[in-house]
């Protein structure tokens, strides 16, 4: 089994930024891809960014590109999300997601089979 648990969302205003964090425990994180992704109120999850288990390839939402940025520290078992220039449309709860070891899991959520409890970001205009 693996546990999830988000932090770092809050309340901010447009142009600022923001870091996720993802903390994992259970086993083989380092060769677990791993994924974010959010859920604006009334709209569906969608895919942000991914990034497999060595770091060679990242994966962004087209909404995304230049302004976010998905990192991995596997020693303390953690994924962040680094996001700059934030803007209202970025508002939404924002999970991080975990697929099964050595799959090579892109933007599809069904590749991911552990997920947070979620962290909720607000972006005031």
């Known amino acids: 089994q693996v546990q999830l648990v988000e932090s770092g969302g809050g309340l901010v205003q447009a142009g600022d930024s923001l870091r996720l964090s993802c903390a994992a425990s259970?086993?083989?994180?380092?060769?677990?891809?791993m994924g974010w992704f959010r859920q604006a109120p009334g709209k569906e999850r969608e895919f942000v960014a991914n990034?497999?288990?060595?770091?060679?390839?990242?994966n962004y939402a087209d909404s995304v590109k230049g302004r976010f940025a998905i990192s991995r520290d596997d020693a303390k078992n953690t994924v962040y999300l680094q996001m700059n220039s934030l803007k209202p449309d970025d508002t939404g709860v924002y999970y991080c997601?975990?697929?099964?070891?050595?799959?090579?899991?892109?933007?599809?959520?069904?590749?991911?089979?552990?997920w947070g409890q979620g962290t909720q970001v607000t972006i005031n205009s």
């Open positions: 997601a975990a697929a099964r070891s050595g799959i090579r899991a892109t933007g599809g959520a069904s590749d991911y089979v552990y």
């Open positions: 259970g086993r083989h994180f380092s060769t677990r891809a």
């Open positions: 990034i497999l288990w060595d770091g060679s390839v990242r």
